[in-house]
T-cell receptor
């Protein structure tokens, strides 16, 4: 099992460019999450998908959109990138219905917006 | 929103014990977690504790939970250089939208040889 995979690993964008971050999990989890990590601020939830076909805003959704393409895949799109979106982005998945809500994380995408 | 707070840095010598502390505000937290992040990698779950427990031990790791004071700690015995990483405390509560986790800012543990 690969667990949670993310592409790309690194990306540099110019202000105003768009891009999509891809995430896939092979653990048959219902729930998937997108977080951003900034120094000293821990991880902040951008969007989540509690189950296939549903998506909801997290703590910091502005400037992002998501698509839960199927049970395995959950993508994050930046329509018009801004320097404030320079961050490390993590995708995670969990089988929340089982109680402990252990979340499994991908290796991250390091995004720089110039 | 609910808060989870940790100190930013901890430095210890190899072989000593490390204690990383965390405070949280959500009294309805059901599970509390410790995640480890090594340089350039994602987060990996180290251990978790259910809110009706006071302590959990797992090899070199001991988690203590003081629910009254909303204080969680992670003790690493016989700390090794391979334990150098950022450690995140997180909590899960029934009223968290989508069963999301609320993370602290992370404590960077530096282990000196």
């Amino acid at each position: 099992n690969a667990g949670v995979t993310q592409t790309p690993k690194f990306q540099v964008l110019k202000t105003g460019q768009s891009m999509t971050l891809q995430c896939a999990q092979d653990m048959n989890h219902n729930s998937m999450y997108w977080y951003r990590q900034d120094p000293g601020m821990g991880l902040r939830l951008i969007y989540y998908s509690a189950s296939e076909g549903t998506t909801d805003k997290g703590e910091v959704p502005n400037g992002y959109n998501v698509s839960r393409l199927n049970k395995r895949e959950f993508s994050l799109r930046l329509e018009s990138a801004a320097p404030s979106q320079t961050s490390v982005y993590f995708c995670a998945s969990s089988e929340a219905l089982l109680g402990t809500n252990e979340q499994f994380f991908g290796p991250g995408t390091r995004l720089t917006v110039l | 929103g609910e808060d989870v707070e940790q100190s930013l840095f901890l430095s210890v010598r190899e072989g000593d014990s490390s204690v990383i502390n965390c405070t949280y505000t959500d009294s309805s937290s059901t599970y509390l977690y410790w995640y480890k992040q090594e340089p350039g990698a994602g987060l990996q779950l180290l251990t978790y504790i259910f809110s009706n427990m006071d302590m959990k031990q797992d090899q070199r790791l001991t988690v203590l939970l003081n629910k009254k004071d909303k204080h969680l700690s992670l003790r690493i015995a016989d700390t090794q250089t391979g334990d150098s990483a950022i450690y995140f405390c997180a909590e899960s509560a029934p009223n968290n939208a989508g069963n999301m986790l609320t993370f602290g800012g992370g404590t960077r543990l530096m282990v000196k040889p």
